[in-house]
């Protein structure tokens, strides 16, 4: 095997055996791209090694690119009403930890190894680059390596037995979780009504004040057998047809202002189109909808909108990034000038800025290498791995300064990130194989059982909280739980079992808080012992 030693082919023969085995699925279950790190495990145990600058640019890419994505649900998060669900987080999260103190104090594990399996059995790879970074020793990787297995299987495992053992009726659950969710908003509904009070009859939409009056939206008006899409400036004639979208009270509303109810049909004619459209004008980043002023300046709608493959209900406020997906009706003659005010460029969308990129990184590396000083005997810095995400998660969050897009799209983000967290495996994974027998010849199962402990018991105190103290839907805690453990097979594993969103709204609630207070963890019990 010596001529796997050469350096560059080594790298990618592990990167490509690591994918081969992680594509493998036994049970819906595979372990993707940290399959790499158990190659790269067994090709450093026959004395692979590979540079230690590849680690730091693997580390820096990964960290930075999470930080970017992470970045405007971690501060959404804090506006949100999850206040219970990120109690939970952090109580999962500072259990763990409080385990892995434990098991370093009166337990005798090696602190690498023991912040290594905190990481593994949360499945949190930025965990193990930070426990890394922080410990400065690749016996992090091991204990990530040992514990890992059990993280990916034990959360589904309590996520799919926690209902059953429990008697937990999950229909019941979903309908509770429906009736809570629009208890909130009144529902929307759309209906037709025929233009016939003399107060509404050659009057415009703008002199009648629907939308203010009624709180109602016109969304078709129909004269003499013709449809299209108002504009404030349509005049209204005695027999029109209209259609209004609004709540109950709202069509109420506009009964006693424009007409009766009507079966009467309004479909657009050919002259109307309903298009997507890809966002990719720099210039408009962290623009309002209302801004744009779509139906002014165009008599255009804007339907709903996709964002990471997920559907967002439009509103005035709602601020576009890179890589949106908008779908908009409008007259088939606006369709150009619309298309050139978004941009709708996908050869653009592919290019990458590599100027922001590496001025975020280095105000990353900078800001991690200031050190605070409490008093003579101890001082307190974020490292690379903090400075890098917290710089990237507040460049996420502004997403633009001037003429500086710090955001990139999200097939560039998850293409740097999947390349840097190759590099990273790749380079911890061999250095950890070099001393893997050595480790397990001294410590024995006790690592597994230890990180096995690290997995389960977070997960079942915060499951008791949410019982006794939060009255938290099932569904909802069960996404809690997947989020708090950053734990995307776990959030697979509950999304069968439910047709609504409760689980994948408390995951997205719940993960970037889980990941930033996991790294801060980490390195406060590198800095104790």
Avoid at 372 to 380: H, K, N, V
Wanted: glycine fraction near 10%; include cysteine.
């Amino acid at each position: 095997m010596d001529f796997l030693h050469a350096t560059y082919l080594a790298l990618f023969v592990i990167i490509c055996i690591g994918f081969i085995i992680g594509s493998i699925k036994i049970k819906g279950i595979s372990l993707d791209v940290s399959a790499i790190i158990f190659v790269a495990l067994l090709f450093g145990h026959f004395g692979v090694q590979l540079p230690d600058i590849l680690q730091k640019i693997g580390l820096i890419l990964f960290i930075y690119t999470i930080g970017l994505q992470a970045g405007p649900g971690f501060f959404d998060s804090f506006k949100s009403n999850g206040k219970n669900l990120v109690t939970l987080a952090g109580l999962v999260i500072i259990s763990a930890a409080l385990i892995t103190f434990l098991s370093i104090t009166f337990l005798d594990i090696d602190k690498s190894i023991a912040i290594g399996l905190m990481a593994g059995a949360l499945t949190s790879t930025p965990g193990l680059a930070t426990a890394i970074d922080v410990t400065h020793s690749p016996l992090a990787s091991i204990g990530y390596g040992i514990a890992y297995p059990f993280g990916v299987i034990g959360v589904i495992l309590f996520v799919k037995l926690y209902p059953k053992l429990l008697r937990i009726n999950l229909k019941k659950e979903e309908t509770d979780y429906e009736e809570q969710i629009h208890g909130h908003y009144d529902t929307i509904s759309r209906c037709n009504f025929q233009v016939e009070n003399e107060g509404a009859i050659n009057k415009t939409i703008e002199e009648l004040r629907v939308r203010s009056m009624t709180k109602g939206v016109i969304s078709r008006v129909m004269h003499k057998g013709e449809a299209f899409i108002p504009k404030k400036e349509t005049v209204l004639h005695k027999d029109d047809y209209i259609r209004v979208v609004g709540t109950d009270e709202a069509l109420r509303r506009v009964e006693m202002l424009i007409g009766p109810k009507s079966d009467v049909e309004i479909a657009l004619g050919k002259e109307y189109v309903v298009q997507s459209y890809l966002m990719t004008r720099t210039e408009l980043v962290n623009k309002s909808l209302g801004e744009l002023n779509l139906k002014d300046n165009f008599n255009a709608t804007i339907t709903r909108i996709r964002r990471s493959g997920i559907d967002l209900s439009p509103n005035s406020t709602l601020r576009l990034q890179i890589g949106d997906k908008l779908m908009i009706s409008s007259e088939k003659d606006c369709v150009s000038q619309i298309s050139n005010l978004i941009g709708d460029n996908k050869s653009k969308l592919s290019d990458t800025n590599f100027f922001p990129l590496t001025l975020g990184i280095v105000i990353g590396i900078l800001v991690g290498g200031i050190s605070i000083s409490f008093g003579d005997s101890f001082s307190f810095n974020l490292g690379l791995t903090g400075g890098v995400l917290i710089v990237a998660m507040i460049l996420g969050r502004i997403g633009k300064s001037g003429n500086i897009l710090w955001v990139m799209s999200g097939n560039s983000n998850q293409l740097l990130r999947q390349f840097g967290l190759m590099l990273f495996l790749a380079v911890v994974g061999t250095k950890a194989g070099a001393t893997l027998v050595e480790t397990y010849s001294q410590y024995g199962i006790k690592l597994f059982l230890i990180g096995a402990l690290i997995t389960f018991l977070p997960m079942l105190i915060a499951a008791i909280v949410a019982k006794m103290f939060f009255k938290i839907n099932t569904l909802t805690l069960l996404g809690t739980l997947t989020g708090s453990m950053t734990s995307t097979p776990g959030l697979a594993a509950v999304d069968t079992m439910t047709s609504t969103d409760a689980p994948s709204v408390a995951y997205a609630t719940v993960y970037p808080i889980a990941m930033v207070l996991l790294i801060i963890c980490a390195q406060i019990l590198g800095l104790l012992f």
